[in-house]
């Protein structure tokens, strides 16, 4: 289901995001553009080619899409081919780009809308009793580097930690960044999340509960704070990317998100 206009918006919305994070931007085609940046190479989402329009058909079939993506994020060094598709992908399409050898997710686009409902998050864990707190970036930049050594990707090397971590104030380029977080009893952060705004629109990102943490509402916490959050400050809306076919998009439906349309992700090795 597309939600009309709000959805377009919402695509535009994230576009802007992409552009303004960016090291280097280049437009491709009718309706793309590369970005990329040479400080954080291994980074999926600083180093992308994003499209805009209809995947398919002339001068946007699977194949146009990966060259220009396998010339520009080749030129910049990066090791991966990342694609994403804000809009509908055709089944055919999908099956072009699997043929190229690129993986496929489809996220969901979901909403809130203020006045934000802070009581739906409250009443699935009314017990929970966490104090979520605003937290500093090098307390977040420590919990995001532990949660890459221990689930992300277990076994990578340090300074790839280093520099994955390092693109998240890439984001700062791109709106005013607020991170909430719990503590646990030892005072390191358990969980988190940043809420991204720019001009009355917030993204929320980087929702992350530490695996010995999880089914104690600790989510549930995180998210009615960043909710809270986006209300003080006047943000009319709440956006954030969801797997479409995996439990974190049914969990913020039950919650008083909506689902706006699909996103499209293809990723691939270079070579």
């Excluded at 399409?93 to 969901?108: T, W």
């Excluded at 719990?182 to 992350?208: I, T, W, Y």
């Excluded at 809306?237 to 479409?244: K, P």
Aim: no cysteine; net charge negative; proline share 5%.
């Amino acid at each position: 289901m597309i939600v009309g206009d709000r959805y377009a918006w919402a695509v535009d919305h994230l576009a802007t995001s992409a552009r303004l994070r960016a090291g280097t931007v280049v437009d491709v085609g009718p309706a793309g553009f590369v970005v990329s940046d040479p400080t954080v190479r291994r980074s999926h989402e600083r180093n992308r080619l994003v499209w805009t329009g209809p995947a398919g058909g002339p001068g946007a079939s699977a194949a146009d899409l990966h060259r220009h993506a396998a010339r520009l994020l080749g030129a910049a060094g990066v090791g991966h081919r990342e694609i994403h598709v804000l809009g509908p992908v055709e089944p055919p399409v999908v099956a072009e780009f699997a043929a190229l050898r690129y993986a496929h997710d489809e996220q969901s686009l979901l909403a809130a809308g203020s006045p934000y409902d802070l009581r739906r998050a409250n009443e699935l864990h009314p017990a929970a009793g966490w104090t979520t707190e605003l937290l500093a970036e090098p307390a977040v930049a420590e919990f995001a580097a532990q949660l890459w050594r221990t689930e992300y990707a277990v076994g990578i090397a340090e300074d790839e930690i280093d520099e994955l971590v390092a693109g998240r104030l890439r984001a700062l380029r791109s709106g005013t960044m607020t991170s909430v977080g719990v503590r646990g009893p030892d005072g390191d952060v358990v969980a988190a999340a940043d809420l991204l705004g720019r001009n009355g629109v917030a993204e929320l990102d980087a929702v992350a509960v530490d695996r010995h943490w999880r089914g104690r509402g600790l989510g549930d916490a995180l998210l009615t704070a960043a909710l809270q959050r986006a209300q003080d400050a006047g943000y009319r809306d709440v956006l954030l990317l969801a797997l479409a076919d995996d439990w974190p998009a049914a969990w913020y439906l039950r919650r008083g998100f909506v689902r706006l349309g699909p996103v499209h992700a293809f990723t691939a090795v270079a070579g």
